[in-house]
């Protein structure tokens, strides 16, 4: 006598053996999507930041920002420009970014002196933290930090 077919056991071991395999990998895909997501957020944010810095770095205005180890917050709107510090403040160009990030800048900065004479400040170093909201939901930051240079 010779078999011609599968019988309904061995159809549902061979599925079960088959969803065994399957499932894990099933959701591997889903958490390497939401760390694809959360990741280019995160490159936006950082991309935002460092353009923001570069611009304060080439304006070498170390006045713009009055009191050493002052933080001030500032709302991104997208595309849009940004006065920054005063005494002439500082105008920056914003990237585009979706709205969903809703970034938030808060700057600080303080003075660095001549080791020798205490009284030149040389530049100051400027530190920026990028609050922002990924599109699942989860608040991060990314900080960033540069000097300013007294002398052009």
Not at 23 to 46: C, T
Not at 91 to 115: I, R, W
Request: proline share 3%.
């Amino acid at each position: 006598m010779s078999k011609r077919g599968m019988s309904l056991v061995e159809i549902l071991i061979a599925s079960a053996v088959f969803l065994a395999a399957v499932i894990p990998l099933w959701g591997l895909m889903g958490s390497s999507h939401q760390q694809v997501v959360r990741s280019a957020d995160e490159i936006k944010a950082s991309q935002l930041t460092v353009e923001i810095l570069e611009q304060i770095e080439n304006s070498h205005n170390i006045n713009c920002f009055p009191e050493d180890d002052v933080e001030k917050e500032y709302v991104l709107k997208s595309g849009e420009e940004l006065s920054l510090g005063s005494e002439p403040p500082v105008v920056l160009k914003v990237g585009t970014f979706e709205e969903y990030l809703q970034p938030h800048l808060f700057v600080s900065a303080y003075s660095v002196k001549d080791g020798f004479v205490d009284e030149i400040v040389i530049g100051r170093v400027v530190t920026l933290v990028m609050n922002y909201r990924s599109k699942e939901g989860r608040d991060s930051s990314y900080t960033l930090r540069g000097f300013i240079s007294a002398n052009d």
